[in-house]
């Protein structure tokens, strides 16, 4: 099943488009077509965590690598759980914090439930400076802005959201209780201005709002809206003929996975059964579907019986190099000025790599799956997000690290659905790639 959360919808059931799962033992892993995508093995996992009353109704998401500059030895991993809140964990995966959702405004309203997380460097607080990390709260439409101090005794993360804070996409109460609401993030912080904003998609509609992030008293942080816009939500084929991908009704293609690349302030946002547009991150100018998933074009009309939807022939006019949902993406940076945008490819269980670089109009460059190293420390199946570092993290990754969450983590308990995150050597994924 997909994890709770990600929404991918049940009729993605084009199991002919799907391709086949790697196992644990697989040495090489199977990727697009013909062609052999290399596999890459977690050095470590974070302890499996349940979307249930015995597992505090935690799931897990998004998370985002913080380095310690003084110590990179001792840098963290910012995780998203849901309705659990936020899990702080070091480089050994073991958790340091974990941070509860807030409550329910009153009683039979949503409770807090944290979707995405990202962060802002040195940040200018009437207090000082200080880096932070910003997630979405999709239950109660808010963005939950966190201080983060290593050597703090209560844990790194303090919460120091304005409490004026207003709802990002609601007007009401009532709206933030049919949780329409905020949903994806990228935090970006203009180098010509020195200001930073969070883009925050909105569930199951194409919106993405811009939000300026402001200094409030008492060391606390606010923001405003900027502006917002839509991504198309019907698409016209080379038949002639318009596609909406298959959804429960009333629901649009949504976005979630974002990430923005500070060298040229361009967006990279993943509508999850459409691709990954490119637009400027400012979301002002003309925008490109830079790659499409597989479904593409695929027709599909939703079965209510069966609450899943049942999909018709495919006339070929998708990708072929993701699958849907995209989800989990994320910037790989080299110090030379290249990299890559990454991309999960959730449907497939595959990463793929996007040169970042415009002149290449972000041409494909290959891809990889993150695979079992044992019995007991599976791979990433189905992943929801994923957060990249290229620098130096003391001993234990020298070159980097790569974090993606584990829709299935295995081994289950008693049959319970269990997600998690694996941390992955940078330097093995990038040696992988050049391979």
């Known amino acids: 099943m997909?994890?709770?959360?990600?929404?991918?919808?049940?009729?993605?059931?084009?199991?002919a488009v799907l391709v086949a799962l790697t196992t644990a033992a697989s040495a090489t892993a199977h990727g697009h077509g013909s062609d052999p995508l290399p596999a890459v093995a977690?050095?470590?996992?974070?302890?499996?965590?349940?979307?249930?009353?015995?597992?505090?109704?935690a799931n897990a998401d998004d998370p985002a690598i913080w380095r310690n500059a003084?110590?990179?030895?001792?840098?963290?991993?910012?995780?998203?759980?849901?309705?659990?809140?936020?899990?702080?964990?070091?480089l050994d995966a073991r958790q340091v914090q974990s941070v509860p959702a807030p409550p329910a405004a009153n009683p039979g309203d949503a409770p807090g439930r944290f979707n995405n997380v990202d962060l802002i460097h040195h940040f200018g607080l009437q207090s000082g400076r200080a880096d932070l990390a910003v997630a979405t709260d999709r239950g109660h439409d808010r963005l939950r802005i966190y201080s983060i101090d290593r050597d703090r005794s209560g844990g790194p993360l303090t919460d120091i959201t304005d409490p004026a804070a207003p709802a990002v996409f609601s007007g009401s109460q009532e709206e933030v209780n049919g949780q329409r609401t905020a949903y994806g993030l990228a935090t970006w912080t203009d180098a010509a201005t020195g200001r930073s904003y969070a883009l925050v998609s909105r569930r199951e509609r194409t919106s993405i709002a811009l939000l300026e992030l402001t200094a409030a008293p008492g060391g606390t942080v606010g923001y405003?809206?900027?502006r917002t816009v839509d991504l198309p939500s019907a698409f016209r084929l080379p038949n002639g003929r318009s596609w909406t991908p298959c959804a429960e009704p009333g629901e649009l293609p949504q976005v979630e996975g974002m990430v923005v690349d500070p060298a040229n302030g361009m967006l990279y946002a993943g509508q999850e059964d459409v691709g990954i547009w490119r637009l400027?991150?400012?979301?002002?100018?003309a925008r490109e579907l830079v790659d499409k998933v597989r479904e593409y074009g695929v027709p599909g009309t939703y079965d209510e019986e069966q609450e899943e939807c049942v999909t018709g022939t495919d006339p070929g006019y998708g990708g072929s190099r993701i699958a849907a949902d995209v989800e989990g993406l994320t910037l790989l940076t080299e110090p030379d000025g290249d990299g890559y945008v990454v991309s999960s490819s959730q449907g497939d269980n595959t990463f793929a790599l996007y040169d970042r670089e415009l002149e290449d109009d972000n041409e494909y460059e290959g891809g990889f799956r993150v695979v079992g190293a044992s019995s007991t420390l599976d791979g990433s199946e189905e992943c929801d997000g994923a957060d990249v570092l290229n620098a130096p993290l003391g001993n234990k990754y020298?070159?980097?690290?790569?974090?993606?969450?584990?829709g299935h983590d295995t081994p289950a308990d008693d049959g319970r659905e269990a997600t998690g995150f694996k941390f992955v050597d940078l330097g093995e994924v990038l040696e992988s790639v050049d391979d």
């Not at 001792?74 to 309705?83: E, G, H, N």
């Not at 400027?280 to 100018?285: I, P, V, Y």
């Not at 020298?398 to 584990?406: A, E, I, K, T």
């Open 2 to 15: 997909i994890a709770q959360g990600s929404r991918r919808p049940a009729a993605l059931v084009v199991g």
């Open 42 to 57: 977690p050095h470590a996992e974070t302890l499996s965590l349940y979307d249930d009353e015995a597992g505090g109704n």
């Open 70 to 90: 003084a110590d990179p030895g001792r840098s963290l991993v910012v995780a998203t759980a849901k309705q659990g809140g936020l899990r702080v964990y070091d």
């Open 224 to 226: 405003r809206t900027v």
């Open 280 to 285: 400027r991150a400012d979301l002002t100018g």
């Open 398 to 406: 020298p070159h980097g690290l790569l974090v993606v969450q584990d």
